[in-house]
């Protein structure tokens, strides 16, 4: 069986470690309180295990890095526990623990290891799976003292000692665990007749209004006396139920005594009143559904729905006696009067569930979190993704501060979404040859780091609506290989990126209600080769974007890949201590932009500004106008100053220079006007536009 190890309680960093593990020793410890501060020490170097493997196996449970795999179970017993006990426990004639281990209060664990590890990622079901296996093996009769953290996925057991290996037990087989499995998916966990009351706060309520009467202990399935019934008789007459008591003797009033009958109103009242605020203070209300938390999710549901779930969680949707709305109607009502929201939407890496966005009060539904880094600092446990960094930007001439772009754009992005406060910062264009791994890094290096990309060239096109995967996910990518054989379509694309980038907006349309827009802080990372074909796709740099951009080039470095697989499932593993690195690494000086709001310098490849400008139609547009201005002073020997409106312009164009109508064929005056303002600072000529009776007039300086 593998086991997955932790150095101490404070460590993210998880390995998988053969049962039973390696020993370690501990050092002398006094007290309880001695122990405790040891395991927690992030200095601490021990094992701390635990039968469960998480979506990465590399790094701990937690909320970020869920449960996947149970390679066994471990029963922890807080209680003084002897050899003889721990005899008796391996002797079960049910299938009885592997190993046996002792701790360090005196107590003891017991482990039992399956056939073969079982697929377990769903959380709810998961609880209700390990209910149900410590039940059919009586953890909780084997040994005094069990522990209810042992049913925790996120549970790690320090390594203990004395392993002593049971040599009559067998694994559990494959079989019995998918039984155990089927039972706890189809179990019903909560009723449909009447309100679901805890039966520990029903046992107290019967100890403490019929002190002694009932014996034993007060769990659903266990028979005893009528206590409520004052006759003096103490024999068996009824078993507890999940709603009130199922009596078998005809001293009862009826076969069946729900809760307020045995224990009055004003105790089922309380109850109702406790969850009713329950279900109130766990939903919201958006105008149209009804955003119920379920397993660290949110989902929307309609009032029907949300009806049938309150039936189905014990709340009835059925009036009594005068009342005009039943209680699960009551709880609705409550959330539309308590619980309002304008919408919901995924924001992206936001901490907080409630989030007040340009006046509209809004329900974060995000879920993504961006990757956990290693808790060391150690580049030797990360080489390939080192040595592709660190070499990959590497120009002819040996310079590599585009590197420090890079490295530095990377760091504010991954550590401000860690913080659950993303950062703005610029579109990143990484450019190079095929095969050098563009796409490579911007899935399964920048994107797995912030929780996943999506491919986003048919969204940006309009061709695929937003969705809730897009509106939550970080990394926008797009590849330039689906506009290889289209040049035209290409530089539309590149139209369309610059307006996103200009405006990053993303539109969300859940279902059963309008569209809702608010502003994306998420990154687009375009990859492109370097042939003349594939860089039509990027966008002008114009005075609007170009401080919003980042063009960085790939060198001559070729890296050596695996197999996709292999090569996937490697950086994988080294990326939790890349992370580590770069959390701590020291942007260069001439990199930091203090008063930008995007923290870093702007850099733009020489190469890849010329390609793009080769595509711009405003740089058409200037050489047109440059014929223009030419022709005009020769014919007015040298006017210095022309005012003129975008309509005056277009005709001049067209018909005062040799074959205009052909080159201003795809404009209109309101296209022309729109690009003459992105030349504004760009092109010395056009000085200002003056709005004069709502019309725009342009100034050029002829001479």
Not at 305 to 322: I, Y
Request: net charge negative; proline share 5%; aromatic share 10%.
């Amino acid at each position: 069986m593998i086991l997955h190890k932790i150095n101490n309680l404070a460590s993210q960093t998880a390995e998988p470690i053969p049962c039973p593990p390696e020993p370690s020793s501990r050092p002398t410890l006094n007290s309880k309180e001695e122990f405790r501060a040891w395991c927690s020490n992030n200095k601490t170097t021990h094992c701390f295990y635990s039968a469960w493997e998480g979506v990465n196996r590399d790094l701990r449970i937690s909320r970020s890095n869920p449960a996947k795999m149970l390679h066994g179970f471990v029963a922890d017993y807080d209680a003084d526990i002897n050899d003889d006990m721990i005899k008796e426990a391996f002797a079960s004639e049910l299938f009885a623990p592997t190993w046996a281990t002792k701790t360090f209060s005196g107590g003891a664990r017991l482990i039992w290891e399956f056939e073969e590890p079982l697929l377990l990622d769903n959380h709810k079901l998961a609880e209700r799976f390990l209910k149900t296996m410590a039940k059919e093996l009586k953890v909780k009769e084997l040994l005094p003292g069990f522990d209810e953290s042992s049913l925790k996925d996120s549970q790690y057991f320090e390594l203990g000692t004395d392993w002593e290996r049971n040599a009559a037990s067998n694994p559990i087989p494959t079989d019995l665990v998918g039984i155990w499995t089927l039972d706890s998916a189809t179990e019903k966990i909560f009723g449909n007749e009447t309100l679901v009351i805890p039966i520990e706060e029903v046992a107290n309520e019967v100890e403490k209004l019929f002190p002694g009467r009932w014996k034993g202990k007060f769990e659903v399935g266990c028979r005893g006396p009528l206590f409520w019934v004052d006759d003096g008789i103490d024999r068996i007459g009824c078993q507890v139920g999940d709603f009130g008591m199922i009596c078998y003797s005809s001293r009862a009033e009826a076969s069946f005594m729900p809760w307020d009958k045995v224990l009055g109103k004003a105790f089922v009242q309380k109850w109702e009143v406790q969850a009713v605020k329950g279900f109130v203070d766990s939903m919201w209300y958006d105008g149209k559904l009804y955003w119920w938390h379920v397993d660290e999710d949110w989902v929307g549901r309609t009032k029907d729905d949300s009806l049938m779930h309150l039936r189905n969680f014990g709340v009835p949707n059925k009036t009594s006696g005068k009342e005009v709305i039943s209680r699960a109607e009551k709880v609705l009502c409550a959330v539309q009067d308590a619980r309002k929201i304008d919408f919901a939407a995924p924001l992206l890496f936001e901490k907080d569930e409630i989030v007040n966005l340009n006046g509209d009060k809004v329900l974060n539904i995000g879920r993504r979190e961006a990757m956990q880094e290693a808790d060391v600092v150690d580049v030797t446990m990360f080489p390939w993704i080192y040595d592709f960094i660190t070499n990959i930007f590497v120009q002819p001439d040996g310079s590599n501060n585009q590197m420090d772009y890079f490295l530095a754009w990377f760091q504010r992005l991954w550590v401000s979404a860690r913080n659950h406060h993303l950062a703005q910062g610029q579109m990143l264009v990484l450019a190079g040859d095929a095969g050098q791994g563009k796409t490579f890094m911007s899935r399964c290096i920048i994107g797995a780091a912030l929780g996943g990309s999506v491919d986003a060239s048919d969204i940006l096109q309009g061709k695929t609506n937003f969705n809730k995967q897009a509106a939550e996910t970080c990394i926008w990518r797009i590849d330039d290989a689906a506009y290889a054989s289209n040049r035209n379509e290409a530089v539309r694309f590149g139209e369309t990126l610059k307006r996103h980038v200009a405006n990053p907006v993303a539109t969300y349309h859940p279902k059963f209600r309008d569209a809702v827009e608010f502003p994306w802080k998420g990154r687009i990372v375009l990859t492109c080769n370097t042939d003349p074909q594939s860089l039509a796709i990027l966008p002008s740099l114009n005075n609007t974007i170009a401080d919003k951009i980042l063009m960085l080039k790939f060198g001559g470095y070729m890296p050596t890949f695996q197999s996709n697989h292999l090569q996937e499932a490697n950086v994988a593993k080294e990326l939790p201590y890349f992370l580590a690195w770069l959390k701590q690494w020291q942007a260069p000086a001439y990199v930091i932009a203090g008063n930008s709001r995007f923290g870093i310098q702007g850099f733009h490849h020489q190469e890849l500004v010329d390609a793009s400008r080769e595509s711009d139609s405003a740089t058409s547009l200037k050489e047109v106008l440059q014929l223009w201005i030419e022709g005009e002073v020769e014919v007015m020997k040298c006017d210095p100053i022309v005012e003129i409106t975008s309509t005056e312009l277009l005709g001049k164009l067209r018909s005062n220079i040799p074959g205009g109508a052909d080159l201003m064929r795809q404009y209109t005056p309101t296209r022309l006007g729109r690009e003459l303002r992105t030349l504004l600072g760009v092109y010395s000529p056009l000085k200002t536009v003056r709005i004069k009776d709502g019309i725009s007039r342009y100034r050029f300086e002829m001479c």
